[in-house]
């Protein structure tokens, strides 16, 4: 790999994370050593890229730098196709329709050489088994989750039994038949994670819940790794 092009990976692998991003771990990724990181991370920082950090810690990259577009990379193109088709065959009707729309606009903007890679790619998902139906209206939540307002809502569990909850919602997780609707339970006192097709019925409140969506989103995601011992990226 050139360096031109190596200094360039690093600006991306610190642009995809949310945490410090250590020497060691671009190293590996890289398959470079340590000291070509510490001295390519001095000549991004010579060249006025904005990252912080130190050796031992980790580097992070300022959410605010951005760099001219590039094209895609074979690899990019099929791992945007690839993702694009998961959601079309998984994801809820509006979501579904956004991933064939994304689809079409990367193959009309992507040079004609590019394009079998989209049409014809080397890699594909399975045809979905036919997920059962949800309780709610998965689009409206996400607009909800984003505005930080609250749901109610009457949940059946695995008994039958039937509770009513004022939800905050978090974060929808998609599973290969199933969605999860991540939220803070008023009920509880706790985050909990209702399936949607156990979900009977559910009101979208005007009403905001304390703090920002994102504040909420970072507590899910340490109780998700005390509790659940699960890292979520």
Known sequence: MRRADRLFQIIQMLRRSRRPVT??????????????????????????????????????????????????????????????????????????????????????????????????PSIAVPISQASTADGLDIARTRSWIRSGRKIRIRYRDEQSRETERTAWPTIIGYAETVRLLAAWCELRGNFRHF??????????????????????????????????GIRVP
Do not use: H
């Not at 690899?75 to 694009?84: I, K, M």
């Not at 399936?195 to 994102?214: H, M, W």
């Open 195 to 228: 399936r949607t097709d156990r979900i009977v019925a559910a009101e979208f409140l005007a009403e905001q819940y304390p703090g920002t969506s994102k504040a909420l989103q970072v507590r899910w995601r340490r109780y998700m790794e005390s509790e659940r």
């Open 23 to 120: 020497a060691n771990q671009l190293a590996a990724e890289l398959e470079v050593s340590q000291r070509s990181i510490y001295r390519d991370i001095a000549d991004l920082i010579g060249q006025r890229v904005p990252i912080c950090g130190e050796a031992g810690i980790g580097y992070l990259l300022d959410s605010g730098f951005d760099i001219p577009p590039l094209m895609f990379t074979p690899d990019e193109l099929e791992a945007a196709v690839l993702g694009a088709q998961w959601v079309a065959s998984r994801g809820d009707s509006v979501l579904a329709s956004a991933a064939r729309d994304l689809i079409s606009k990367i193959s009309s903007v992507v040079p004609e050489r590019l394009r079998p890679f989209i049409a014809e």
